[in-house]
């Protein structure tokens, strides 16, 4: 009898995990293990919005990097970025707050609330959402190191970003717009 329901149960879980897509675990929030992975410079590769207007908004994000760094408080990272956007740079730098998986911050009078996800290695994925009076929106934005990444790990950032519904036609960094001057850059 109970082997019975042991194999009964076996069956049932093999089946659900063969038929349902594994956004289950695509989307888990991901907490890397040495948060070190996750400083430093990061350049934009591709990403969605949601609603629509914001994500036809990223089309005017010809290129943009981050920059991720630590502060005497482990529970407050710098974020700097450096947008090329509207034909023009737009630099800016804030204090973000992070509270278990979560992390806050305002960038350009919106207030971010997100996380990062599992990706590819030398990568890194945030997805959030934000608030600006009372419009509220959705991103998705896959970083590289480099600015490039590999068609295998485009396909499952599309998967990701499906599990989270956003739009499928998602948005891509050119390759080519210079990254704006990084008026701080360290020599690490
Ligand atoms: C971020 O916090 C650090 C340390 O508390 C502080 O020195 C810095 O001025 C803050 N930066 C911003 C943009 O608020
Ligand atoms: C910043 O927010 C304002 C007002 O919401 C918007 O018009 C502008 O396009 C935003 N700038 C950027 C760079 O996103």
Request: charged share 25%; with cysteine; hydrophobic share 35%.
């Amino acid at each position: 009898m109970a082997l019975a329901v042991v194999v009964f149960l076996f069956t049932l879980t093999s089946l659900s995990a063969a038929s349902a897509p594994d956004c289950k675990d695509l989307i888990k929030p991901f907490m890397p293990e040495d948060p070190k992975l996750v400083f430093g410079k990061w350049v934009y590769v591709m990403g969605a919005g949601d609603p629509k207007t914001y994500h036809n908004a990223l089309a005017s994000l010809k290129s943009s990097w981050i920059d991720l760094s630590p502060t005497s408080n482990n529970l407050i990272v710098t974020l700097r970025w450096g947008d090329h956007c509207f034909d023009r740079c737009i630099l800016g730098e804030v204090n973000a707050t992070i509270s278990r998986i979560a992390t806050t911050f305002r960038k350009n009078l919106s207030d971010h609330k997100g996380h990062i996800l599992q990706t590819c290695s030398d990568c890194l994925l945030w997805t959030d959402t934000f608030r600006n009076r009372d419009v509220i929106g959705r991103y998705i934005m896959q970083f590289t190191r480099t600015g490039k990444i590999d068609p295998k790990d485009v396909e499952i950032f599309k998967k990701q970003a499906g599990c989270l519904n956003f739009p499928e036609n998602f948005h891509s960094y050119d390759g080519k717009t210079e990254l704006c001057p990084d008026d701080k850059e360290s020599t690490e």
